[in-house]
């Protein structure tokens, strides 16, 4: 079988990310971009033969129904929020089957290095469903161009989201579980207020000396940093540091950037006093959090279309905040986690 090249992302992903390599050079600073030749000639062999059966076992294994799996399967992107959220659909979707009497075990496929990945398990059926937002869903799979400033409702978003997933895919988009996670462009709180930074055109004057991060896929989408350097005017007097998505935060605090481009729900920005500036320009469209579900897979387990509908919006962007600041600051498992925001919510 012929395999087509990796797109740069995910030889990003594999060589620093799934390959665990060391991040740090030695003096504290954590390394961005590829690790090129030095990466890949510098692994064990296991390591090389655990990349490629990761490769394999995502873009070639057999589809469930070939495999004689019947179970659910719930995917999740490599980020703390997305972990809660897949465990927050999991645990719905096996608490409807208890109680139509099926009960029934998830599951859980997490950690799937990106929205490129969950998108060929979603639409190859080696998973159910996961969690996606409406605007990468828009932009990053969908390839739609960022629609005009006065047309990038929550409503109109998901609609042109949820028309095209089941033309093309055969995949239901549920109604929003009740937030949006947008980017946000972050710096330290110390600077904003040193520097009266409070929306992204405020950086504009702060000088081209500013050095800013970012995760693999900002880079590279096309509603990431090329077109917010355009709207905005920004400039940077060094190329942006492109580390993985839990390294940003730190790369910040500890004066190795400027500025980074996170998420408007990170535990992070509240824990560590940073601050996240107002898109005065509005460029971003919204991030609505929505579960993606193949349609094959509600008619083999309804219990799936229930538990969408009862997480219809339940959640919001401070609950979810506050999930992701249990896992990440407290240290807490994610599935204690879940269960506590389900039993004060009623689920």
């Known amino acids: 079988m012929r395999h087509s090249p990796l797109p740069s992302i995910l030889r990003k992903v594999y060589e620093e990310k799934a390959l665990g390599l ?33 490769v394999s076992l995502v873009g070639c294994g057999p589809p469930r129904w070939l495999s004689g799996r019947g179970r659910v399967v719930i995917g999740a992107k490599n980020f703390t929020e997305q972990v809660v959220l897949g465990e927050l659909l999991a645990q719905e979707i096996e608490a409807v089957a208890a109680e139509e009497g099926r009960p029934e ?14 998108q060929q398990a979603l639409v190859s059926g080696r998973i159910d469903g996961y969690v996606e937002y409406s605007g990468t869903a828009l932009t990053a799979i969908l390839k739609q161009p960022l629609p005009p400033a006065d047309a990038r409702s929550a409503d109109a978003v998901r609609a042109t989201v949820a028309r095209l997933y089941a033309e093309r895919y055969g ?12 980017f946000a462009m972050v710096v330290r709180g110390e600077d904003a207020r040193r520097l009266g930074l409070r929306t992204i055109s405020d950086v504009v004057r702060a000088g081209p000396d500013w050095r800013l991060g970012v995760g693999y896929e900002f880079e590279e989408r096309p509603d990431g940093l090329r077109g917010l350097e355009a709207a905005y005017g920004l400039r940077f007097g060094t190329a942006p540091r492109v580390m993985d998505l839990g390294l940003l935060y730190r790369a910040l605090v500890a004066g190795q950037v400027d500025m980074v481009a996170g998420n408007s729900t990170d535990g992070p920005i509240r824990a560590l006093g940073l601050v996240a500036l107002e898109d005065d320009k509005h460029y971003f469209p919204p ?61």
Request: net charge negative; aromatic share 6%.
């Open 22 to 54: 060391d991040l740090n050079d030695g003096s504290g600073v954590v390394a961005g971009g590829s690790t090129g030749v030095r990466g890949w000639f510098g692994l064990g062999l296991c390591q090389v033969v655990g990349v490629l059966m990761l």
């Open 105 to 118: 075990r998830v599951e859980r496929r997490f950690y799937l290095a990106g929205s490129y990945i969950c």
């Open 171 to 182: 995949v239901r988009v549920g109604r929003g579980l009740g937030f949006e996670d947008t």
């Open 287 to 347: 991030y609505e959090a929505v579960p993606l579900v193949r349609e094959e897979s509600i008619r083999e387990h309804p219990e799936m279309g229930v538990a969408m509908e009862r997480l219809a919006g339940r959640v919001s962007a401070e609950e979810v905040r506050g999930m992701n600041d249990a896992v990440d600051s407290q240290h807490k498992d994610v599935g204690e986690v879940v269960r506590a925001f389900r039993v004060g919510k009623g689920l």
